[in-house]
Nanobody, 121 residues
Framework: QLQLVESGGGLVQPGGSLRLSCTAS????????IGWFRQAPGKEREGVSC????????YYGDFVKGRFTISRDNVKNTVFLQMNSLWPEDTALYYC??????????????WGKGTPVTVSS
């Protein structure tokens, strides 16, 4: 059974950092494009970042503005999202998702249940 489990969310002050983890079971993450998405209360889900399965290319939403970095550890079968300079607008439930195809902001095949991030003083 394919499963994605996110961790690392929590409460952080504005300007702070968090590192989110997405760990897979039942499949190898390096065979899939892995994306991070987020959904804030009352807003639509949006794509945050994605790392390609083919060549490791990375993609980011425009709002990231160089603050986040996605990376993959194939030994741990985990994808990370390092988030720096967090703003209150980054408060959301963060999900990871997997696609057997290319990185994309819609139509990912497998989803985790999410980890909450709250940025507040």
């Amino acid at each position: 059974q394919l499963q994605l489990v996110e961790s690392g969310g929590g409460l952080v002050q504005p300007g702070g950092s968090l590192r989110l983890s997405c760990t897979a079971s039942g499949f190898s993450l390096d065979e899939y494009a892995i994306g991070w998405f987020r959904q804030a209360p009352g807003k639509e889900r949006e794509g945050v970042s994605c790392i390609s399965r083919i060549d490791g290319s990375t993609y980011y939403g425009d709002f990231v503005k160089g603050r986040f970095t996605i990376s993959r550890d194939n030994v741990k079968n985990t994808v990370f999202l390092q988030m720096n300079s967090l703003w209150p607008e980054d408060t959301a439930l963060y999900y990871c998702a997997a696609s057997a195809g290319l990185c994309k902001w819609y139509g990912m095949e497998y989803w985790g249940k999410g980890t909450p991030v709250t940025v507040s003083s």
